[in-house]
């Protein structure tokens, strides 16, 4: 792969996940520092399209920046510092609301696996509830209780569901993690359709680890994909 | 925040709420005078995409222009002008018929608050019907007791449904009443898409309270967001 | 309103209906000669939103172009010169295939109003099956025998659907074809959207003749904005 | 038609179904060479959007290039190959996974002909399943045993789909090709909307043979309009 600086996969990342309906004006996609694991990039709070590598700060596992700043930060951002603490093999994660993955949130449908490239989201898709140990809150994930509450429910998976809430998505890099966000919501959308008119046939466990294994030629083919989709790429 | 006129905001919110779908060719938006409560502005009768600053228009809160003019008015403009009379507290109001809150105006659907930023909308979202007092009409609110009886129906709310006819929203500011509106219309989809699947899991009215009030910093991201999207922005 | 030619209007009219999603590489939209009711305006046969004023041919009511031509005609276009005989009052026809209108023409739905703007298709919409009269064909309305019928399903209605096919849809003027095409798409799509949860409250006749005259500044505000959301506008 | 080569016909078709929502970063489309019936034309593994002429290969029927190459290529190009040998009536194929079929690819739901338009994809789309004949997989057709069971299943139908995967289209031109894959997917939207609302009116055997032979001039209008909706066109 290229020689991409941190600050420009996580303006990409932003600008693709936008472009793909993941995120709209709220949301926000990190990743770890790659030299040293103790640290990750996130932008100060702003709009995920609009940032620009200047808005991309550094940040250490506490989830303060690492340079003070007078900028505004994510209210959300204890989600990244302790799950990078607590997933040594994460490199990247994305928190979002959409539309494809909401309805998951709120009915009561168990998001499956129904084609090869949604098996990106791996086996199980745990779903956590913030009121069930936090009773009535904003809903938003500040506390550090909160954000190891849903490390706890996430696990050792891909991708965590929130009740009322939205989703959160980690990856072994930017580009799969890209991927998975992506073709996750496409693969929830699709099974919403088909759900529809009935019981609708999926993955066995069996087949989601065949096909979820992605060679990096094809997070790349997507990747190059989504990008070439940016407003003026 | 920016020395922005209440031309400029006006003619930004038609075009941001345009943009956002919850606006078309039909429906308007407008702001009370900053300085002078007994006046509102809003433009002339046209689409509201097209409209420039020399289209906004000074009103009493009789809903006449202030100045006389030859131009077109909105037959519906006596709602604005009803609503600030009644509720001194409300500085700016959109009046829409978006397809995100239609299935509510004609299924027997009952409007919740499902997000954290869908609390926007409130606890109670009271629902108008102009038939049950006035009969068979051609469901424009076009006189003074049609407004009044809207007003009555919407009370302390932040925004009142209209069955068989849109919404009527209202906001402290522009910025909120942008908000307002268009995650209104945000949570509406995601509920209705979740609805199809049975029962859903919905905001209690604690957690409402506690998501429902947005700092400014909230509206202002949004705001900057949607004014990126706009065409020629 | 403004000089606009024939030729102008065929063609701004046909790149409205399709940006509006009333037409795609299908369907046609003509207007009778404003001075010579024995004759009419159409497209030869190309993509209406490919159409530019040289491809817009004079007809005369047997359907046949007034002078020839070697131009491929639309097959259908026998639809246009038998309503235009039928029903002196008709000023405009669109045949069109809107994926908005077709659930009606599949499914057993009857098409009603829902809302003010809704009201231009009127209060019958009636249905027509090509099937009935004619047995198996390939769907398309090329003979007379078949044009004549569906004329006289239409009867004095602003618009007929047709079974497994589409919809005719006819106006008094260019502006009205277009507002009732467009708009009676829009109604059809909300309550759609909202017949999946069940009952809905629908405009009674009396409401649809209060609501459905439409003056002539409405079918201008409207013109203008789809004029606006053309490519190249 | 005009003289276009192969290799502005692939990708010329590559980005019309790319544009029409049949494509997505994955999914291909190839074409027989025009004298030489043993060999055909394909990209190399790229999102197909993003194809130039360059990137169009020469294979022959064993799926191998006819020159070699360092290129990735797809990893299911084994499809056309298998299908170039086993129907030598067809000249062009594409394999995708659009929206739009998938329903019909996970519930259990019968695709049938419900437009004029969609006769296109002829009176019988079978069904095909590899996990009945292979087991667990990861769902990708890779290898000849797979295709060779694929096309057996396809027979002399136009179009099979696959089940958790999505569809396979042939045609005799890629005209023809392209113009069954999109009106294919139109028809498929069409019903599932319909479907929504209970039982819908379908096109016997006679009317689907009636409709599903089109004109050259008919296939080219089509393909005119999708050529003047891509990107830079």
Chains 1, 2, 3, 4 share one sequence.
């Not at 793909?20 to 990039?41: I, K, N, Q």
């Not at 539309?99 to 009561?108: E, Q």
């Not at 509830?129 to 809903?139: I, K, L, S, V």
């Amino acid at each position: 792969m290229s020689a991409e600086s941190p600050h420009t996969l996580v303006t990409l990342a932003n600008r693709m996940l936008t472009r793909e309906a993941v995120l709209d004006a709220f949301g926000h996609v990190s990743m770890r520092h790659p030299t040293d694991p103790g640290r990750f990039f996130l932008t100060r709070s702003i709009a995920p399209e609009l940032a620009t590598e200047a808005d991309v700060l550094e940040y250490d596992l506490s989830g303060e920046p690492v340079s003070s700043t007078g900028l505004a930060q994510y209210s959300e951002r204890i989600i990244h510092s302790v799950l990078y603490r607590m997933r040594p093999d994460v490199n990247a994660i994305c928190h979002h609301h959409s539309p494809s993955m909401m309805p998951f949130c709120l009915a009561d449908l168990k998001l499956r696996v129904v084609t090869q490239l949604g098996a990106a989201i791996g086996r199980q898709v745990p779903m956590w509830d913030q009121r069930e140990g936090f009773g009535a809150t904003n809903h938003l994930v500040t506390r550090e209780a909160e954000a190891l509450s849903l490390a706890m429910c996430l696990g050792d998976s891909n991708m965590v569901l929130m009740k009322r809430h939205g989703a959160t998505v980690v990856g072994g890099s930017m580009r799969e993690l890209v991927f998975r966000s992506i073709y996750g919501c496409r693969d929830a959308e699709l099974q919403l359709r088909a759900l529809t008119f009935g019981d609708i046939s999926v993955f066995t466990d069996e087949e989601i680890a065949l096909a979820g294994k992605f060679p990096e030629a094809t997070l790349a083919r997507a990747w190059e994909y989504w990008r070439s989709r940016l407003p003026n790429a």
